[in-house]
Structures are given as C-alpha cells and as structure tokens.
C-alpha cells in the first residue's frame, strides 16, 4: 500500500483515521500526538527531572526514545532513567535496559523488591498464588517508584502507557466498581511525584512501531505472570469490542478523562503512612504486602 500524503511504500494502515503512513509521515504523525498530549495536560516545563520508567519493553523503551529526541537538547530539562527489579526469575534483567538507557546518554537507576521489601515477587508468588501477582506487583512498583523518583529529585515520572492501556484501566476500574479511582483527579500532593503519559492517545500497535523503528534491543518477551491478571481478559475483551468498533479506546480514554475531578464530597487526601513515610490514600497497600509476608 502507498501512503495517503505523499505516495511512498507505507509502514502502516490507521483504521480509525482510514489512511496508510510511510515512515516518515508515521513518525511525523505519531510525534506530533505524543507532544499534543504534553502541552494539553502541561506535563512538561522549564526545570523539570524527568525519570522515565524503564522497564526495557517497547512502551517505555519508546517514551525514552522520543522524549531524549524532542527534549534532550535542553539544558533545563534533565531525563534519566528508574528501572525496577520485581525479581521475575527468566524475565527481568536489567542489562538490556541500562544499555538502551546508555544508549541515549541518560543515566540510569536500578532497584529491586529484593533490597526495598526483602523479598522478590517470585517469592510472594510462591506463597500467596500466582493469582495475585499483578495487584501485588502494581502496588509495589508504583509505591517504590514513587520513592526512588523523590530521592533522586525527579519533578515528574514519564510512563510508557498507550490507548490500549489507558482503555483497559477505565474498563478494569468499573468493573471493579472502584469509583474512588476512576473520578480522582492528579493533583499535586505533597510526597506525590506527578505522572505523565505522553503516549496516552496512541495505540498500542503504533508505539511498537514507533519502537520497533528506532529502537535497538527493546525486550520483547512479556512477563509470564501477565496471562493470569484481569488485565489480560480486558485486553482480549476490549480487542475483539474495538475490531467492530475502532474508535471504543478513545471512547474509553475520554470517558476516564472526564469522570475525573467529580470527587464531589468523597474527595479523599493522601496521609503519610507511619511505617514507611510515603504518602498514601487509606491504608498502606505496600506496608499490608510487606506484613502479610512477615506472617
Ligand atoms: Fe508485574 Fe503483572 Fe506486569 Fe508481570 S505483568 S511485571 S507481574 S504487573
């Protein structure tokens, strides 16, 4: 197929706009989106660190890519790379990522489950089930994320999620029926390093082309604790909604959007939790994995 604005071979067919893309007008197209979505949220400004969280995969390994490429040539803004170690025997490793984030000049921070909580997520797989392997892990990466970004003074945390990702989170929120998260807004709180998600309009396929064209040795296999996590069901379920109906991601990503801030009066502020000193809403989820581990 020929590309719809200038005739070249194209690289890919974009269903929800009906027009093929050479590479060129792809990277121009895909580009443009992900800054679109930083100046409409403001994410980025003059003085920020940005820690990119790394995880080496296509996402973050694109989102390194294109922001060293649009921002890494100004002096105020810092990019460096997080890396977390969740201790997934055969799955993580760390060398491929810090290559790529020496690749493109930034430095890069490694921590683990291990040295953080004393135990690795293969550990708490093996004694509380593989079942509970994503919620555990989610609520430990985000909780020592957050920490490790503080510490090295980010002022933002750059997260590789796409369309899809963004789609399955409000899709998983309700049928959770977890209101709480599907209407509170990011604000800045005290402790809380904002997020950002430069990549939050674009889909899935089109950020691992994005990577698959400009990045070298991004990880390709996935976690094998994935299959077993709600995610995946919302995945398939969502994938085979949005064949019949490909703008059903967008519609979900801007149902989420504008569900958020309706707190009215339940809107609930972060307290420090005593144990570990981070800001939380409620209980320490970390600290209860932490505890439920020592039992
Ligand atoms: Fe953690 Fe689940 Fe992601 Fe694996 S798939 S890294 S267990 S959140």
């Not at 005739?7 to 989106?33: I, K, N, P, W």
């Not at 020592?144 to 989170?169: M, P, V, Y």
Request: glycine share 8%; net charge positive; hydrophobic share 35%.
């Amino acid at each position: 197929m020929k590309c719809s604005k200038c005739g070249s071979d194209a690289v890919l067919f974009q269903d929800y706009s009906g027009m093929h893309l050479c590479e060129s007008h792809f990277t121009a197209d895909f580009e443009g989106r992900a800054k679109k979505a930083i100046r409409k949220y403001r994410w980025i400004s003059q003085g920020d660190r940005i820690a990119v969280a790394m995880s080496g995969g296509k996402d973050s390994s694109a989102l390194l890519h294109f922001l060293a490429k649009t921002f890494g040539e100004r002096r105020d803004i810092t990019i460096f790379a997080i890396s977390i170690d969740e201790g997934i025997c055969g799955y993580r490793d760390m060398k491929p990522v810090e290559k790529i984030a020496e690749r493109y000049g930034v430095s890069f921070h490694s921590v683990s489950f291990k040295d953080a909580y004393g135990f690795t997520l293969d550990e708490i797989v093996a004694k509380q089930g593989d079942r509970i392997s994503c919620s555990r892990c989610g609520v430990l990466r985000r909780h020592l994320l957050n920490k490790t970004a503080r510490e090295l003074g980010a002022t933002k945390i750059a997260l590789g999620f796409n369309l899809d990702d963004e789609a399955q989170s409000v899709l998983m929120n309700a049928l959770r029926g977890d209101a709480e998260t599907l209407v509170r807004r990011q604000v800045p709180r005290e402790g809380f390093i904002p997020r950002i998600r430069p990549f939050i309009h674009l889909p899935e396929r089109e950020v691992a082309l994005y990577a698959l064209l400009n990045v070298e040795g991004f990880i390709e296999a996935g976690c094998p604790y994935s299959k077993k996590a709600l995610r995946a069901d919302v995945r398939e379920i969502l994938n085979i909604y949005n064949y019949r109906h490909p703008a059903a991601k967008y519609a979900l990503v801007n149902l989420g959007e504008g569900l958020k801030g309706n707190e009215g009066d339940n809107k609930t502020e972060p307290s420090i939790c005593p144990e570990c000193g981070e800001p939380v809403f409620g209980e320490c989820q970390a600290c209860r994995i932490v505890m439920e581990m020592k039992r």
